[in-house]
């Protein structure tokens, strides 16, 4: 074993970085998207792969995660964390294997302004205390379209009852054809800022529905193809607590009321159930649910 050693670190001596395809160790960091919302989880996934021919690990060197992140804005400016996070679990990664981890880079570093920014990913082996960088990747951050806002109060029984948080719809490119529809809750005396997501993609020929209940929930129905409409119901904490496909037939079109109590629902349009269901098995259906004593034909 004393004579393999020298071998082995050596071996992993002789890492290169990033995506080579004759590196030992292959590390590659790819982003769902390169452009996106201010305060948007800008999100993506690592990948290791290990071709050292044995055995790895990673695992805390010194109370530090085996990774992190390197991020600059458009002005060269190295962007310090703005919070410590709980470091990675340790992985053992066995000759061969490859690891795939789910990454969100603002959670940890400020994105927020409006801008460019310079991404890579660094891994730590403890072992031989060697960094791994990826490559740089280029992500934009822009601004949405404002559509309509809301200021509401949390509602008795929540941690934070008596304070106010805003409600807000925007509009955002994805393309050049595509547009998405996205929400944002932030906390109405600080500005700070909750959630930020895409609800879904959003067709401008009619403009989103929108209610509060009793509840301070708020209700949201648009046209997201043809003929395709999505209905979501999301809470005072901006978390989707119902989401629904629902179509339109001819002048059969879905729409949200409010009763006088505050409740909110969808009329109208069909359901996925519905539409898949053959229009012969409809029409029977119904005629077996036919009143008794009524003549058959």
Do not use: C
């Amino acid at each position: 074993m004393r004579s393999l050693l020298p071998i082995a670190l050596l071996a992993l001596s002789g890492f290169f970085f990033g995506g080579t395809a004759s590196a030992q160790i292959i590390v590659d960091l790819k982003l769902d998207r390169t452009l996106y919302l201010a305060d948007e989880p800008i999100t993506g996934e690592l990948t290791i792969v290990n071709r050292a021919g044995q055995d790895l690990i990673f695992g805390e060197s010194d109370g530090l995660s085996w990774l992190d992140f390197t991020v600059t804005d458009g002005s060269g400016n190295l962007i310090t964390p703005s919070r410590d996070v709980q470091p990675e679990r340790p992985i053992v990664l066995s000759a061969g294997q490859s690891y795939k981890h789910k990454v969100t880079i603002n959670r940890r570093y400020s994105m927020s302004r409006i801008g460019s920014y310079r991404v890579k990913a660094s891994v730590t082996f403890p072992q031989i205390n060697r960094v791994f960088q990826t490559r740089g990747i280029t992500v934009q951050v822009t601004q949405g379209q404002p559509m309509w806002s809301q200021i509401v109060g949390v509602p008795k029984g929540h941690p934070d009852a008596g304070t106010y948080r805003e409600y807000s719809l925007m509009t955002y490119y994805h393309g050049a054809r595509s547009k998405a529809l996205y929400f944002r809750l932030k906390d109405s005396d600080s500005s700070y800022v909750h959630r930020t997501y895409p609800i879904g993609d959003y067709m401008t020929l009619r403009p989103p529905a929108h209610e509060i209940d009793a509840q301070n929930q708020l209700h949201i129905l648009h046209m997201s193809g043809p003929r395709t409409y999505k209905y979501i119901v999301i809470n005072i904490d901006g978390e989707p607590v119902k989401q629904q496909k629902l179509f339109e037939k001819g002048s059969n079109r879905p729409e949200l009321k409010i009763s006088d109590y505050g409740d909110v629902s969808v009329v109208g349009g069909m359901t996925e159930t519905e539409v898949k269901t053959p229009y012969e098995q409809v029409e029977f259906h119904r005629l077996s649910e036919r009143p008794p004593g009524m003549p058959t034909f």
